[in-house]
DNA sequence: CTCGATTGGGAATACGTTTTCTCTAAACGA
DNA sequence: TCGTTTAGAGAAAACGTATTCCCAATCGAG
């Protein structure tokens, strides 16, 4: 390709080197470095010319000859196998807001769960020579399909398995279910049932044992244990349907369901069934997945995890990391969001 | 932070440099650098020695030292406003599918529509030298927040606005609208109405230029021009709800709806207010957001716009540019894909 | 036996920075 | 006036790799 397409106006011309600074200045490199990074002795006068002159040149200090000399790569890598992005991506803008501060960028790879594709992804970050890792996970009870070597440099994790000499971020499952369930039990339900996903997931075990907790410390009575099923619209519509099928004097006058597609199943069943939510049936969600809470007849009241936050968190702890400041191991539960939209009865804010 | 905590069991230290290897083995840096990269002349047998001894050391070269000498990142910038990510994912992960193989990595940077720190992440990008730039949109008429200044690397554009010397690729909404217009008829449907977002979206208005298109083509009548509103499942719900009150007679037995969205909403209003899909009204999306089209009762059949594909191309395209070759300037229109599901009554595949 | 060609490998340089050390000249105190 | 300090600036080494020469040894032909 013809370099002359590139050629820049004078302004933002990337091929600008810090010798061509210095001999513009009429000084040494050493003293434009100096005058460019704040360091060393010299006239005002002098720092000022030269970064004036760097500035019409549209000098850029080359990232990688810096990071060569300060073995700081500036530079982080997100690895995860949530390719689809319902949990990265919120993860990753909290993560880039936390470093781009810092002048850190955030290098993404995505993999299906192939430990091959793993393999090379994390390859090429070492070679890249990241300064650090952030792992990201799509549930709290998995790791990535690759064994992690002893890494040469600072890892934590997000929303993925984590062993306690580990560091890692998580939503505190068990706190959002009590949140969610005690503020149904504010709008005066009594009779609060729960319907969410697989069993296998630790998540599912967490916050039906909020649920529980809950409901009893309220002194209310302790429903059939939760109904589990997948996390689809179509298990929580038919779960719907079987609550259309009970007796009206059995039948649960509050939902606490375990992700909202479910709860966004169960609601439509519900109305076409003829129940009234909220005024029959109160249905609180998890996840506060904007697209479907928001759009659910009537729009659904539900648990925000708060991912933006564990990304930023888990950013600013690798950053203290990389700076070798010692953090403690260990998990880090993040308080969840309850977010009142109208499938409870509550006032929206 | 103590550096022992990092120190690896002999394999994958990432502090191993050519130099280490060359010792080991008994030659110079030079000769080492040539046995690992299959350049200059030397006896199988001493290539191969050092080849192992590299291996045992776990050496794993630079990558930065490597782009200070290449002149080449190995690295591509991935910009783009869309912060949801609805489009930009699947965009990421079809680039990076394309450019894992040659070894180069994808930086992301995310920002809500805010100059200014467009500008930051603009800036971070060159300084860290990215062999090129894929700008990734919402939509296909608008650019991003901030002027690009004449960039000193190759830049490709997707789903975004590109004039007639850049290099842009996006889906052909026109022809999907054919496809999907072409798929109701082939389901014997007479009167195809139009449900879809702002006419303010060029793609709005390609759309509804495939439907009249096809329409005409097949010398059915043609509705009242499209119903436009925003992208909605609310508006889908409320355009349904007008269908119900007209008379039986005026009534499309199918309908194009502009997004997933929206044909959800109005499927939902149909089926509250009486009406069989696909028995009654056929209906069919655009966009095949997974999460919303299977969830549909019953399933939506729809668009997909190939967005991976999108992101393989621009990858492979830019690849190329980087490598030198001539690239013909202007927009790649790529095909769009009809998915089968059940609500018009054909059979999925 | 000599000359040229070929083969295997090394020395040196470059890439663009930062940083340490050294040097000069001016200012200052006695 | 002489030594001592200090301000200002530059020379050089370092980071880890790739590459361009260059050199020595071996070999074959005449």
Known sequence: MDSDLYEMPGMENARVTIKDVARAAGVSIATASK?????GRMTVETRQRIRD????LGFMPNAMAR???SQRSFTIGLLTNDTYGRFTLPVAAGLSAALIDCGVSVFLCAFEDDAGQAAINLRSMLEKRVDGLVIAGKRIDRGLPIELPRLPMPVVRVNSLCSDDQIGFVPDDREGALTAVNHLIACRRRRIAHVTGPTSFLAVRLRAEGWEQAVQAAGLPLLDGPQSGDWSEAFGFRSGQQLLAMPPAERPDGVFCGNDQI??????ALTVGGLRVPDDVSVVGFDNWEVLAKATRPPLTTIDMGLNELGRQAGSTLLDLVAGKHVEPGVRRLACRLVVRSSCGAQPL
Not at 263 to 268: E, N, P, S, V
């Open 67 to 69: 990071a060569l000399v």
């Open 53 to 56: 002159v760097a500035a019409s």
């Open 35 to 39: 005058a460019l990074n704040d360091r």
């Open 263 to 268: 709860a966004r199943g169960l609601i439509d």
